[in-house]
Each structure stands twice: as structure tokens, then as C-alpha cells.
């Protein structure tokens, strides 16, 4: 019976999840580029016109040196309304690093670069597929293996990163990663237990030392089991 592993439904889920993240952030970034930031620098400004304008009408009247004409009045009335309107706080100047943050980070880095590479990883994940069939003949993202041409299994990175390489007699090294591919340890654990059955279980675990072996028909004791 072939054995075949495609991509893990959760790693599929997880990519999803980023791009519409990174979507998120590249649209908040340019809302906030080019509308949230533009009109918070207009209302500082605007602001600042206005305190300014009243403080120098204020200014001309406690010199008491000119008095305020009629027009100089009603204009100073105009502000003091306008100024006392942000009695719930003045509008506070747009930091040096808001801008350059929104475009660069959120807007170019999650938007415009983030977005399509993690769909570019999807679809690549989407494609990658692994099969051992009956007669031994691995096929890896459409390179083949025969069972003849299959010399060995690289197993070095196998318990910490859940990748095994499969080494062919012309140098051939094809990568199966079990982390992106749903039951890729069952034919890494085919491979590595036809060259290493004293050390690998079929299932890709490995063989546990016959000192930890349970003597028979007795169930391991808290000092021999493995954790799963």
C-alpha cells in the first residue's frame, strides 16, 4: 500500500490566517499614512493658529499701549470660542516615527511584501506532496527515487527539526519535512527502519534501548516509560 503525505491542513490554516493579517496591517498602515496622519498634523496646525492668534491679541490688549480696534474685538471673541472648543484636550503633534512606521512597517513590510510572499508560501505548500508506493519508489515535489537508487537516509535533524533526507546512489538528496506534510513519519519511518532497524520503529520513533524494555507481560515502570 503507497503511502502519501500532503500538507498539514493546520499549516494550511495557519498561512490563511497570516495573509488576512498581513492584509489587516497593510490596509491599517495606509489608512493611517494617508488619512488618519494628515488629518491629526491639520488639526495641530489649525490648533496652533488659533492659540497663537489669541495669545497676540491678548498680548496687544495687556500692553495697553494700542487698544484693540472693534474688528481686533470680535476677531479675539472668535478665537477665545475656538480655542475653549478643545477643552477636552488640544490636539498633540504626530510623533517624528508615526509616518515612516505606517508606510514602511505595516504598509510596504505586512501589505505590499508580507501579504504575497505568505501567499506565495501557501501555494508552494499546497503543491508539495510526498509517496512511497509498493515497490519502494519515492516521489518528492515530482522527483523520483527508485527503490534501487535509494542508499541511505540522513536522520540527523529528524527528533529536533522533523526533517529526514533520503540520499540516492547519484547524490540525490531529497528533504521530507513532517512538520508540513500530514503522516510524513510514516515513510520516513519505512526508510529508516529497512537501513536502521536497530534504531528506528516503523512509525519513525526510535528503538528504545533493551535496558528500558519492560520485562514481559508488565507494564513499564515511571523510570522506563517515554513521554509522548
Keep these: 500500500m503507497s503511502l502519501i503525505a500532503t500538507a498539514r491542513p493546520s499549516r494550511i490554516a495557519w498561512l490563511v490566517g497570516y495573509i488576512f493579517l498581513c492584509g489587516g496591517l497593510g490596509v491599517w498602515g495606509g489608512y493611517d499614512y494617508w488619512v488618519r496622519i494628515p488629518n491629526e498634523e491639520r488639526e495641530f ?34 478665537r477665545k470660542a475656538q480655542f475653549l472648543a478643545y477643552a477636552d484636550g488640544a490636539p498633540a503633534p ?23 510572499w505568505t501567499a506565495w508560501l501557501l501555494l508552494r505548500l499546497r503543491k508539495r506532496r510526498a509517496e512511497l508506493n509498493d515497490a519502494g519508489d519515492l ?28 540520499e540516492g546512489a547519484s547524490g540525490e538528496r531529497l528533504a521530507v519535512d513532517d512538520y508540513l506534510l500530514k503522516d510524513a513519519h510514516l515513510i520516513i519511518g519505512r526508510i529508516a527502519h529497512e537501513f536502521h532497524p536497530e534504531q528506528w520503529n516503523e512509525d519513525a520513533t526510535k528503538v ?15 523510570e522506563t516509560k517515554v513521554s509522548s
Excluded: H
Excluded at 489649525?46 to 474688528?71: D, H, R, V, Y
Excluded at 534501548?209 to 513499564?220: D, I, Q, T, V
Design 94 to 116: 504626530v510623533p517624528a516615527y508615526d509616518r515612516p512606521l505606517q508606510l514602511w512597517v505595516y504598509f510596504v513590510g505586512c501589505g505590499l511584501i508580507g501579504a504575497p
Design 139 to 166: 516521489t518528492v515535489d515530482g522527483t523520483t527515487l527508485e527503490r534501487r537508487s535509494i542508499v541511505g537516509i540522513d536522520m540527523s535533524r529528524w527528533m529536533n527539526k522533523s526533517i529526514a533526507t533520503i
Design 45 to 78: 496646525a489649525e490648533f496652533n493658529e488659533i492659540k497663537n492668534a489669541k495669545e497676540a491679541l491678548e498680548a496687544k490688549a495687556q500692553s495697553g499701549s494700542t487698544p484693540l480696534s472693534p474688528n481686533e474685538i470680535a476677531e479675539y471673541e472668535r
Design 208 to 222: 528504545r534501548p533493551p535496558e528500558e524494555a519492560a520485562p514481559a507481560g508488565e507494564e513499564p515502570s515511571s
